[in-house]
């Protein structure tokens, strides 16, 4: 992790969307875990 940014693609599934195609709100927050969780990871810690 350089200079305390963290990078971490996210592909967006059919189920992460609504009726309309929009990503629904609530997939962001599994977005922003999956995407700490693999920043912690690049850090070392278990």
Do not use: K, N, Q, W
Not at 19 to 41: D, K
């Amino acid at each position: 992790m350089a200079e305390g940014r963290h990078r971490y693609r996210v592909r967006v599934y059919f189920e992460d969307t609504d009726a309309g195609g929009i990503v629904y709100h609530a997939s962001y927050l599994r977005f922003a875990e999956r995407g700490r969780t693999e920043a912690l990871r690049d850090l070392g810690v278990p």
